[in-house]
């Protein structure tokens, strides 16, 4: 190979390599706040706080929503503006926050049905 050659190939050979390597995974985190807004495929909560302000997509047929033990499965039709939850969720398909479960709680971060 003669040396031109090999000297413009080598930044196209170094950004492919850069590009093609996927970026680390973030993990997981939980938000704790109070639903101001739920359609079918996002949900918006807002920490009472800090008054931080944070929107998930969810996939259409979800069905990761529990109680705050993890033992009692609900419905989307059960979260509504106004209830306490828990979203733990990741940023990992272009940065977009998506939820992967949802926890009810009541105000004083128990569970539903807790005295």
């Known amino acids: 190979m003669n040396r031109p050659l090999a000297l413009f190939l080598s930044p196209i050979t170094a950004t492919v390599l850069l590009l093609g390597t996927p970026a680390p995974a973030m993990a997981a985190s939980t938000f704790y706040g109070i639903v101001i807004h739920v359609s079918d495929n996002s949900i918006k909560v807002e920490d009472p706080r800090s008054k931080q302000t944070l929107a998930f997509e969810i996939v259409p047929h979800f069905d990761q929503l529990f109680s705050a033990d993890g033992k009692t499965t609900y419905q989307?039709?059960?979260?509504?503006?106004?209830?306490?939850v828990g979203v733990v969720y990741?940023?990992?398909?272009?940065?977009?926050?998506?939820?992967?479960?949802?926890?009810?709680?009541?105000?004083?971060?128990?569970?539903?049905?807790?005295p």
């Open 90 to 114: 990741d940023q990992k398909f272009l940065g977009m926050r998506h939820a992967d479960k949802v926890y009810l709680l009541n105000n004083a971060n128990q569970r539903v049905g807790q």
């Open 76 to 84: 989307m039709k059960d979260i509504r503006a106004g209830r306490y």
